[in-house]
């Protein structure tokens, strides 16, 4: 088996959670799977152990059961080295907006679940004085649009979070990476129409976020064009956007 420090997958359901979790196993990464009832998870922690020979282990995580996040980092045992947040819901814009119990699930579930244990894990690896973050974001929170601003507020908040703790962790031996992907073609965006030059695939996805992680990256955009694109749209006069519909 190998040497190399493992990595702990929040969302470890999820297509892009499994995807992060292939890459760093076949480079000879350890795997921690993390995600509510993590047992049915069994076929796919023998599919990453027999592929890519290392140990991998389940862990029962819930992102929005707050209070039990730093029992859920102590009860790791051995800290990971490198840890993956790929915890999120798309939500449909149209029902949060008549609808403030669901939009508050998807806040929920993508910045205060996410920076709760991105808090807990952050405290850690600054004890120890090593190790990665990594936050998957969105280029939905560069800017806010009708089209999908209950998602994006939450999204915008997590970057800005990833973003002082990077800022504070810079000098302690701890690296925050954010990841804004853009379009995945995973089960979550199933029957949207994408467009193919603005779509990642989870593989190069997982591919990215290794590569960012090995380097010191500090925000990636998935797929190149996705800065130009947010540049682009940051830069819309406000008397202009407003009128617009993207």
Not at 83 to 105: H, K, M, R, S, W
Request: with cysteine.
């Amino acid at each position: 088996m190998s040497n190399k420090g493992s990595v702990l997958i929040l969302g470890g359901r999820s297509d892009i959670g499994l995807a992060v979790a292939h890459q760093f196993a076949a480079s000879g990464h350890p795997i921690l799977l993390a995600a509510r009832n993590s047992q049915s998870l069994e076929a796919e922690k023998k599919d990453i152990e027999l592929r890519h020979g290392v140990n991998v282990s389940l862990h029962d995580f819930d992102a929005l059961d707050t209070a039990s996040h730093g029992a859920f980092v102590d009860g790791l045992g051995d800290l990971p080295e490198i840890a993956v947040c790929a915890v999120g819901v798309l939500g449909d814009q149209f029902e949060n907006e008549q609808n403030t119990e669901t939009a508050i699930e998807v806040m929920r579930a993508n910045y205060e679940g996410p920076a709760s244990i991105m808090g807990v894990l952050a405290n850690r690896f600054e004890e120890r004085g090593s190790g990665a973050l990594v936050g998957i974001s969105s280029v939905a929170g560069d800017r806010g649009r009708a089209s999908n601003y209950i998602y994006g507020s939450a999204k915008a908040g997590f970057t800005a979070f990833l973003s002082g703790l990077r800022n504070r962790l810079a000098k302690r031996g701890v690296h925050v990476v954010t990841v804004k992907p853009g379009f995945v073609a995973t089960k979550m965006v199933e029957g949207l129409d994408l467009p193919e030059k603005l779509t990642a695939d989870p593989k190069e996805l997982g591919e990215k976020i290794e590569a960012a992680v090995t380097r010191g990256k500090n925000v990636i955009y998935v797929k190149p064009i996705w800065a130009i694109v947010m540049m682009i749209i940051r830069n819309i006069p406000e008397m202009i956007f407003k009128k617009t519909s993207i």
